[in-house]
Every structure is written in C-alpha cells, then in structure tokens.
C-alpha cells in the first residue's frame, strides 16, 4: 500500500495539473496489474463493498484512542472527513507493513462474512500495523470516496500517456458499470475489443457558462437553441432488450425511474439519448420545480402513491447512438434530425418526449426568449453549434449555457457558524435575516459565494462580534448586509419564514449599504408572489 | 461574605482587584501585564506594560514609545495586594505565564504556551497552583504534533528538492516566533536565507537582544533572485503569491502551522505543501499542562473551548469557558504580525 500512499500524496499535496498526471502515469506504467485496475476505480468512485459499518468504525477508533465517542464526534464534525479523523486520533505507532493495495483489499472482501468480533480485530490490528497515510487511506477504502482533486478528465490524460491510447477513448472505456472484482486492466484498458456491457455510457458533453451577452458567437445561423430544463442530466440507454438510466455525476439510476421502462416500446434497441429528467405530470403545460424532481431522486424504490403524483420524463435533446452505431460525430443538426424522427411517434403519454428547440432570427431575440424562461420553468437556454459533434467532458466552443439572472435580496447576517474540512478555522455558514418591522426574520442560510479572503476577513469579524454561542453556532451583532442570489422560490410551511430558496448563495458584500436597507420580509412576499 | 476572586473576567480582560492591574487587556487600561508580543495580547494604549526583559525589545518595536518595566523570570514582585511573577510559558522567545498569587490563593494565566522546547523560547515550565486559565486553540483529539525533527527533515527535504529543480522554496509563517523557530530548523547547507522585511525586522530585534540565529539576507525590492539561487524564503503567510513573491520566478510555497493537520485546511491554504508545527500546545500538551498545575479550576479561553471544558469537566475538573478575544493561531495573520 506504500507505493499508492505515495501516490495519494503527491497528488493530494499538488497543486498543479502536470505534477498529478506524471505521477499518476508514472504509476500506471509501473504498478502491479491489480493495483492499477484499483486505483483507476478508487479515483473513480468506485470501493470494495463495505466490510464494516461507520458506527462500528467510529465507536472502534474512540475506544482505540480512548476517548469517548461524543468527542469523536465531535473532532469528525470538524474535521469534516471519517477515514481522517480516525487517521487523526489513533496513537502513533511504528508501520511494519507491505501488502500491496489489492492485497489489503483481497484481505477486506474475506472478512465480509465473517462476524463482528473478527472484523474488529482485523480492522484494529490493520490500524496498529500501517502507518499515517497508509491508515488513512485503509479508513478509506472502507468509508469510499477518495476526494483527492483527480477528475476523470486528468485521469484518462495520464492512462492516454501511460498507454499511448487516445483520451477520447480511454474516458468511453471507464465509463459504466465495470468494477474491478468483474474485469481486469487488461480488458477494461488495453483489449482491442471494447464491446463491453449493455450498460456503458458515453462520456457526457458539458456545456461552460456564457456571460452577459451571445453576440460574439457569430451568425445565429450557425446555432440552434433549446430550454436549459431545471432537471438532472440523464442517458438513456436502449440496448439488447433493456434499458439503462445514467445520471451524470455516472450513477446507475434505473431502479429509480421504472416509467422509463416503457421507452423499450416505443424506440428500437441501439438507441442512447441524451437528455433531461424532469418531473412533468401530462395535464400540465410545464414541468414541476426541481423539488418534485428530489422528492425522487433519494428513493431506491418508488412507491405508487409517487409515481402517480411525481411522474418522471426524459426530454431528450440528444441521440447518441442510433441503430447500434455510436453518432457522436456526427454533426448536432444532424443528429437532431434523427433525433425528431426516432421521438415522432411517440404518444402523448409516452416517457420519452422530444425537447423542442426554440425558434430565434437574431441574438436579442434570444436574449428575450431567455428572459421569459422561468414562464416555462426552464434556468436559461442552451446553445449549440449546428455543426458540433458531441464531445467528451467540458469542452469551450460549441455548446454554451446561457443561464437566467439569479433573483437577489439584500439580508442581515445573523449567525455564523464554522464550517468543517477545508474550512475548518473559518466561520462560513451563515443565516440570513430580512426585516420585519423593527424585527429581523430568518429566512435562509448560505455559505459559498465568497472569496477566501473575505471568509478570512468575516471571521475575524465574527470572533469579536459574538452575542451568544448556542454550541457551534454564534449570534452575532447584526451589521453586515449580504446580497444573497437564488435561483427561485417557493412557499415552504417547514421555514419560520415561510418561504424556501432554491441555490441560495452570497453574491456579494454588501460593504456599503446600511443595515436598514436590507431588504423586508414584504420584499420576499412579492418575490414569491411573481416567481412563487 | 464572598471575597472577590483573584482574577476576573471583564470587558478590558483579566482583571486583579488586588493588585488594580489587567492581564493582556484589550482596551486602554492604566496598568498591563503581557505574556508575550502577539498582537492580540500586546496592545497599544495602556498606560503602563510590565513583561519579560526578552519580552519587551519587540513589544517596543511593535508598540513603539510605551512606558514599560521588564522583569525577570521567577522573580516575584508585590503589586498593591497580590504578589506576581512571570514564568516562561515556551510559546515564543520571552513569553510567559503569570503568576497571581493573593492571601495564598494561586491563579496561573498562561496565555499562549507549548509544553515542547523548540530550542530556542525559554522552556515551558509548569507552575502549580489553583485556578488555571488555558488557552485551547489546538483543544481537539485530532491535533498530535510530531517531534520538532521529524518536521525539520520534512522541511528540509521539500527545499532541497525546490533547490534541485531550479526553483524558490517560499515557506510562510508568522514573523514573531514561527519564523525564528524555522530558523533554526532550517538546513544552511541547502542554499541561502531570505526573508521578508517583516520578518527581518523581527530577527534584527532577537539578534541584538543576544539571541543566536543562522545568516540571513533581507529580500528588499532591489534583490536579484538570480544572485540567490536554490534559496528559501521566509515570509509571513499574506506575501505568499504577492507581487513581491512573483518575481522570485518559478517557486514553491509552503505554510507551517498546527491548522496543517487537517487536510481540508491544508488543501485550501497550503499551496504546494504544509508543515504541522504550532507553537500552541497540543491535545496531550493542553493535557499535560493542566495536570501539572494540579488546579482544580480550568478557565478555558480562545480555541475549541466547549468542547475542552465539556471534557475536562468529565474527567473531574471544575472547568469553565472564558470569552475573549485572543486568536490562538490563525492562518490569516497580516504582515504586521
């Protein structure tokens, strides 16, 4: 494990791109065949299955430590992360180990089924044997979820010099369902034929932000737009009789979304779309707000009763593979076209509908169809070039989102609290206030949008200016007014205030305006009225 | 009747109704007493200050004209009704603990301490007596300090490697204390010493008040990086990535803090690396310390202070949390510290 802990190192400490992918090739082209399958899997989030539960490891690692489990806890809030806060609090002790990765977790798969009391052990004695960042790094391999700044993009750059493969390639070739303990390096990198699973995705195209204005794009002849839909990005996957729902953050969600298993009815196998998955109800003109959509998006299994009042459909904007063959190179429009004729007999009450394109001859044009955008409770538009093919991760030029003006209200501050992990000394969650009459009334709480030197200069600011501490939360004088920005708003019975905020987020510091002119719960009436 | 405790609590700071005097005060009082030359303990406005004679050659710097006394370690001195005296606390070069002691009730008012010797402040000793003030800034499990060794080869490891590959190794910390502790940590067979003026000046007031450290060349606006290759600087952590840093070309920048402990901190702030060394005492330290006193009353100021006090008052200790407005370590000191 040392050789990966050095890995995980020199990767965690940098900074800078080219230092992690030279020493993520380098690693790739010396490592151990199943210490490289691992890793790519490990930094792709993909883990052993779960061997010890979180409530076991914490309890184990307080009595280790011999403190008691409230303060564990404690430490853990602060410090943000399990698998370092035990790291953290165990005595030090002198490392005599050198199994390799894959032999630790050859060594976790065999105590899956054995009893509580011999996990234990092997868990303890792990602790005693392996040092700092190797006890770190085996807490992770049993919580998951190795943070350690590598996307998939630098990843497949590094395997690309590591194996003179294309990235292009690569990246198509680590989508899915795969999972170390199912293939090998071998087949999952290097074997010519990569007609893996039914399930693989294709990599998603990811769109960068436009400012302001979309005149600098040239002829709006070359573009063709749509709804920026407030949904989650989904691929539908029709192939060998079945079908298969990928989010884009690469989550299998077919289990979650069973109304889209009629799609296999309606359109031929060796078909993959790109689209939206939106809570949208037939007899309404448009879909529900995103909060229907999460009423769905936590559950494993669907009851009924929620598929009837939350139904789900893909709106699809994209065809990525038509007929078995992948399409991606063809150009937008004309797999736009293939696209209007695979959706043009699908009945109304079809789970696949085609999201329809919108109609513009000049750039203000759109620039007003945008602004209507909530009417259609859609967050802005999107813009492709008519000629683009359908590229791998986010790529500038060819596709742009054009997002809606957040709404803003200007609040008081209230109460601050710290915020754990990477801000850990710094006070960055706060609740917000709007007056009432001589009253300030909580409405929400936001804790990004600030720059580090800011969260700095507001902490300091906060640790002179406390009024009460309620545990980890501090009441503090009410002074600063922050603009806050949301993406929409909607009557909640569960907020003192009444209202609930989608995104909320500090847009700025508002140094210079007066405590009195912040913003009044009347204010956020009419907001709500308007946007509600 | 209830006499009036021998240290309390107040708006300007910790106050002795005894001797009339505060302890670290933070706003204009007549009379001061200053552990150490931290800013948030060494003040400006009071009319008299009494410290250290280590103390006070940087208190002057700092502070400018103030009418000040020094005083020596041990060395007891009877002030209205309370009989005081300063005891090395290991925080920083001249820092103290002090001693309040009235009709034989002993209080300790520790302000910043560590319980390591780093080598060069005066070695923390423990001082017992009945109600203890402690700070908590490094108050969880989770702060473990490696051995001031381990954490030199660490540093020395990183800049020769800078020095290996054409570039300057920039190594922030605060200019009172940390900087002079790396100091003395640092290997000057590597390569040369630079350092940021704030930083200088604080070396040039420790020099002439005879304490030894290694060479130095001040890194004004005329130095030509080039003259000085393989170099470290030392700066204080707001000149890191400034304008004056950039021209030093290709770099490296390093923190050296306790907060370095936690990865999430480190990933935010470290930029290249982060060194775990605080001068402020760990879990075990804070532990040690207040065991040693044998007091049974804990006053448990700046740090994570609930949950200390919540630990202490299970394991026996009549403990309680103090407002004020100490700042313990922070990241984020400005080059006037």
Known sequence: ???????????????????????????????????????????????????????????????????????????????????????????????????????????????????????????????????????????????????????????????????????????????????????????????????????????????????????????????????????????????????????????????????????????????????????????????????????????????????????????????????????????????????????????????????????????????????????????????KRADSPYLAGRKKGDWWKWKLDPLTIDAVMIYAQSGSGRRANLFTDFTFAVWNGNELVPFTKAYSGLTDAEFRQITAWVRKNTVERFGPVRKVTPHHVFEIAFEGIQRSPRHKSGVALRFPRMLRWRQDKPLQEANSLADLEELLRIYG | MTKAPVLSFTENGIYCAAGDFYIDPWRPVDRALITHGHSDHARWGMGRYLATHAALPVMRHRLGDITAEGIAYGEVRRIGGADVSFHPAGHVPGSAQIRVEVQGEVWVASGDYKVVNDGLSEAFTPIKCHHFITESTFGLPVFRWEDQATVAAQINGWWAGCAAEGKTAFLGAYALGKAQRLLT???????????????????????????????????????????????????????????????????????????????????????????????????????????????????????????????????GWNAQVVPTQFEGETLDKDVSE
């Open chain 1, 1 to 383: 494990m040392k050789r990966f802990a050095q890995l995980f190192s020199t990767i965690d400490q940098s900074t800078k791109t080219n230092a992690k992918v030279a020493a993520l090739a380098d690693y790739f082209q010396h490592a151990p065949d199943t210490d490289r399958l691992w890793t790519i899997a490990l930094f792709s989030g993909r883990r052993p299955k779960r061997a010890v539960t979180t409530t076991k490891l914490r309890e184990w690692a307080a009595e280790r430590a011999a403190i008691p489990l409230w303060l564990f806890e404690e430490s853990y809030a602060i410090v943000g992360d399990l698998a370092e806060t035990i790291a953290l609090v165990l005595p030090p002790n002198t490392p005599q180990d050198d199994r390799s990765l894959s032999a630790w977790i050859a060594a976790l798969r065999e105590i899956y089924t054995q009893d509580e009391d011999a996990r234990k052990t092997f868990v303890l004695s792990a602790w005693d044997q392996l040092g700092g960042a190797e006890r770190f790094i085996f807490n992770k391999l049993i919580t998951g979820g190795f943070r350690v700044g590598v996307s998939q993009k630098l990843m497949t750059r590094a395997l690309a010099r590591a194996t003179d493969k294309p990235e292009a390639e690569l990246a198509h070739r680590l989508m899915g369902n795969w999972h170390p303990d199912d293939t090998t390096w071998h087949a999952l990198v290097e074997a010519e034929d990569a007609s893996a699973d039914a399930s693989r995705p294709y990599p998603f195209y990811l769109a960068y932000g436009l400012e302001d204005t979309a005149q600098h794009l040239g002829d709006t002849a070359d573009w063709r737009a749509e709804w920026k839909w407030d949904g989650i990005r989904g691929q539908l996957i029709l192939r060998d009789g079945q079908y298969f729902v990928w989010s884009r953050g690469e989550e299998l969600m077919t289990d979650r979304f069973p109304e889209l298993a009629r799609a296999v009815d309606y359109l031929p196998q060796g078909t993959v779309l790109d689209g939206e998955l939106l809570v949208w109800p037939s007899d309404q003109p448009v879909p529900s707000s995103f909060n229907a959509l999460q009423s769905r998006i936590g559950r494993k299994t669907v009851p009924k009763k929620l598929l009837t009042e939350a139904p789900v459909v893909l709106h699809a904007y994209d065809l990525l593979e038509w007929q078995g063959q992948d399409m991606r190179n063809t150009p937008f429009a004309m797999r736009r076209k293939l696209l209007e004729s695979a959706c043009a007999d699908l009945p109304a009450d079809a789970p696949v509908r085609l999201s329809p394109q919108l109609g513009f001859d000049t750039w203000d044009d759109l620039a007003a169809l945008r602004k209507s955008a909530r009417n259609a409770q859609a967050e802005g538009v999107m813009l």
């Open chain 2, 185 to 315: 940590m640092l290997d000057p067979a590597i390569g040369p010493i630079l350092t940021h003026t704030a930083t200088e000046n604080t070396n040039q007031v420790m020099r002439d008040q005879g304490i030894s450290l290694p060479d130095t060349i001040l890194a004004k606006a005329d130095l030509k990086p080039k003259d000085h290759p393989g170099a470290i600087v030392l700066a204080p952590p707001s000149a890191l990535g400034s304008a004056w840093a950039k021209k030093f070309g290709p770099q490296e920048t390093a923190f050296a803090s306790g907060w370095m402990a936690i990865r999430g901190v480190r990933r935010r702030r470290a930029g290249d690396r982060g060194f775990i060394i605080s001068d402020h005492a760990d879990w075990d330290g804070l532990l040690s310390a207040i065991k040693e006193t044998e007091a049974e009353n804990i006053y448990v100021t700046h740090g994570y202070t609930d949950i200390f006090s919540r630990y202490l008052k299970i394991n």
